[in-house]
């Protein structure tokens, strides 16, 4: 993370969501944090960043998302040259997605 924000107040609050262990708790927290526009928008980022890893186009992420095109590209520059932070929690859905098929 970029040092300018690290701090022991972000390292509370990603500790904080680290102890969330539903998905109900997890968007309780959420909820109280954010506003909707906030939770929107990071929705909205969680969803081009899966589109771009399935290799989807520019246009048709627009299209299913409402992104601008200029998030799409802010999004996908993340993916490539970010911190890994969408990389990790894609391929971790990926993993958890393919152990639940194998039961």
């Given at each position: 993370?970029n040092?300018?924000?690290?701090g022991k107040?972000?390292?509370?609050l990603f ?7 539903t998905?109900?708790?997890c968007?309780?927290f959420?909820?109280?944090?954010c506003?909707?526009?906030?939770l929107?928008a990071?929705?909205q980022?969680f969803q081009?960043a899966?589109?771009?890893d399935?290799?989807?186009?520019y246009s ?8 601008s ?7 996908n ?5 970010g911190?890994d932070g969408?990389r ?6 990926k ?9």
């Amino acid at each position: 993370m970029n040092n300018k924000l690290r701090g022991k107040s972000m390292d509370s609050l990603f500790q904080a969501i680290l102890h969330l262990n539903t998905l109900e708790e997890c968007s309780n927290f959420f909820e109280d944090l954010c506003t909707i526009s906030e939770l929107r928008a990071m929705e909205q980022r969680f969803q081009v960043a899966a589109m771009l890893d399935e290799g989807r186009i520019y246009s048709d992420i627009a299209k299913e998302t409402g992104a601008s095109t200029a998030t799409i590209s802010r999004v996908n520059k993340c993916l490539t040259y970010g911190s890994d932070g969408y990389r990790t929690a894609l391929d971790r859905m990926k993993q958890a997605k393919g152990n639940d098929t194998d039961e």
